[in-house]
């Protein structure tokens, strides 16, 4: 199997970099290019490339970014 590059939509964390299988607590994850590429330094070919090789919403980000906790100042 291919080494997992998997980092999140919303920070700029890398502890999952270099992984072997994707964490269960990540939601949404994709893949976005294969390994080889990568590892290609950006811009080589006029494309952009990212370290990534999947993309998601790590848990931290799912609290703060999807489903935030703050309560609602709608009056009833």
Known sequence: ?????????????DDCDGVNEIPASWFSVDRVQDFAASMRDAGVDEEVTFWQTHLGVCPECQESELWPTEKSLVVE
């Open 1 to 13: 199997m291919e080494m997992i590059r998997l980092g999140c939509l919303f920070c700029d964390r």
